[in-house]
């Protein structure tokens, strides 16, 4: 009877606990699932600002060169030869096309010639009606994606109207400018920075479902008209539904073209007139198999229940438990403060690009110093993208997985890059700023120029962070000979009049999220991570 009444305790403690497995399993992967879908959303709206970034400075690029094209009263050719000086970019070129006519020069020579400068849009349904291109300054102008006729690359090209001189003096006529992108180069930028979202498309549409930009999974020449030959709908539901995609962040589940489930998180571009931004995923990516330490624990705790009765054993497997979770919490509390405090590492380069475009709003008229405060502007943006990929990437940093991507880049723009983003802080703090270069002799270096970045910027801004106000900071770049064939060594010191640390930090200064313990440190806004990602 014993043994009877064993066997069936141990059976129903069993077929509890299964119970409980296949019931907690199924709810952690639909929170998995979700928490993916919402991830995936984020990732979505960080997209729209780096894209609104991209078009926005494509576009006044492109009122630039009309405004100035406008204010000197030039011919065809006059305009084309000064912009073909004003950009040195090998892909992207420029076409200037009558409105008369539909056809004009190129900034560059036709694919396969040496000297055919001349563009027809004559068979290009893009320009026959103009009346959506405002003035300088008050919109971003862009067309679809379309062939371009000189090429024939799929492009997008940012536009303006500009006023020609004819001829000999003749009568001035209306014209287009056309700052033409080819897709591809467009689309090696506009990717999303994690790996699990490697499947992942963007696209983009106007205010009637049109492509400005279309996804390879995308049909029709509409996105609601895709959505409503794959998607059972309504009228009804179908205006709500597309009402709602194009006036606020969300995202909604859907069919593909091959019947395949799909995730479509979208979010509207604030700096367009009813354009949207779509991420489209299929939603197996986004499935995970969580597993769960929680759930291991209860099976291990049932499996002695059943063999051993020990309650020695499962006390001592649930006070392991409870150890793991206090690390677990401590590990969380840790990344909440990180995510609170990074505000400081995010304003840095924002106050940069604030106050140059100021500048440039103050000097509209002044095209050369517009252009030099958008190109600083430029560098700026890309030191707070940086920024961001490093917070998402910080799992990457974490496990080791860092990959390092090699290109060419002058270190002249590296050093000014450097001064331009530490001003503002500079300034603030009335601190004295020094900046020394000894026997730099290699101007182009081949490393990876982010990753390089960040190591200067996280020291000299530490620096400047804590040293206090009417203080001094000094640094020091200077070039050594390398025992490596083909290489240098780039020696950066920064000195500082600061607070310097203490040995007991010094220790574990490179630990994540670390910082010193020390009241004045504890008003300075700061994340902990600076130095970690540094070493």
């Known amino acids: 009877m014993k043994k009877t009444l064993t066997v069936i305790v141990n059976m129903a403690i069993m077929a509890v606990i299964l119970v409980f497995v296949a019931l907690y399993s199924g709810f952690e992967n639909r929170q998995a699932y979700q928490r993916q879908i919402e991830h995936f959303e984020k990732a979505t709206v960080t997209m729209e600002r780096v894209t609104e970034n991209f078009l926005e400075g494509e576009q006044r690029i492109c009122d630039v060169w009309a405004q100035y094209i406008n204010s000197k009263g030039m011919t065809m050719e006059e305009a084309v030869d000064f912009i073909r000086a004003s950009h040195v970019l090998g892909n992207i070129s420029a076409h200037l096309i009558s409105l008369d006519t539909l056809t004009g020069l190129s900034t560059r020579p036709k694919q396969g010639t040496d000297d055919d400068y001349a563009v027809s849009y004559e068979r290009v349904a893009l320009l026959g ?6 003035d300088i300054g ?82 029709n020449s509409s996105f609601f008209e895709f959505y409503k030959s794959y998607n059972p709908t309504d009228p009804a539901s179908s205006k709500e539904l597309f009402d709602r995609i194009t006036s606020s962040p969300g995202s909604i589940s859907m069919i593909n073209s091959h ?57 001592q497997l649930n006070r392991r438990l409870q150890v793991a979770a206090r690390e677990a919490e401590s590990a969380n509390k840790a990344k909440t403060d990180f995510l609170s405090t990074m505000s400081h590492d995010i304003r840095t380069p924002m106050n940069a690009i604030i106050g140059l475009t100021t500048i440039a709003e103050k000097n509209l008229g002044d095209a050369e110093s517009t252009r030099e405060s958008l190109r600083k502007i430029g560098l700026a943006s890309n030191h707070l993208l940086t920024l961001i990929n490093d917070i998402l990437d910080i799992s990457k940093v974490e496990s080791g997985k860092l990959k390092l991507v090699p290109v060419t880049f002058s270190i002249v723009d590296t050093v000014e890059n450097l001064v331009n983003i530490s001003q503002p802080m500079i300034k603030e703090k009335k601190s004295e700023f020094s900046f020394h270069i000894n026997r730099m002799e290699k101007e182009y270096l081949c490393t ?15 620096a400047i962070k804590y040293t206090e106000p009417g203080g001094h900071v000094t640094v020091d770049m200077r070039e050594e000979a390398s025992s490596v064939p083909g290489c240098v060594r780039l020696i950066y010191s920064v000195a500082d009049s600061g607070i310097g640390m ?6 574990t200064m490179y630990q994540p999220f670390s910082r010193q313990t020390d009241s004045r440190v504890n008003s300075i806004q700061g994340t902990g991570l600076g130095l970690a990602i540094t070493k």
């Open 259 to 315: 019947g395949e489930e799909c995730i479509l998180a979208y979010t509207p571009l604030t700096a367009t007139a009813g354009w949207t931004l779509l991420g489209f995923v299929p939603a197996k990516d986004l499935e995970t198999d969580t597993a769960n330490w929680l759930l291991t624990g209860v099976i291990s705790a049932g499996l002695l229940i059943l063999f051993l009765f020990d309650l020695f054993h499962m006390l």
């Open 502 to 507: 203490s040995p007991e930090f010094m220790a």
């Open 448 to 462: 990876d120029q982010l990753r390089l970045n960040q190591i200067y910027i996280n020291i000299l801004s530490n």
């Open 138 to 219: 008050e919109s971003i102008n862009i067309t679809r994606a379309y062939t371009n006729p000189m090429n024939g690359e799929q492009s997008l090209a940012f536009c303006n109207r500009v006023a020609l001189k004819g001829p000999e003096g003749g009568a001035s006529k209306d014209a287009v400018l056309l700052r033409v992108i080819p897709i591809s180069e467009v689309e090696q930028k506009w990717v999303y920075p994690q790996d699990n979202f490697s499947n992942a498309e963007l696209s983009m549409i106007d205010a009637d479902g049109n492509y400005i930009l279309k996804g390879r999974s995308f049909k």
């Open 129 to 134: 009606d103009v009346s959506w291109i405002n």
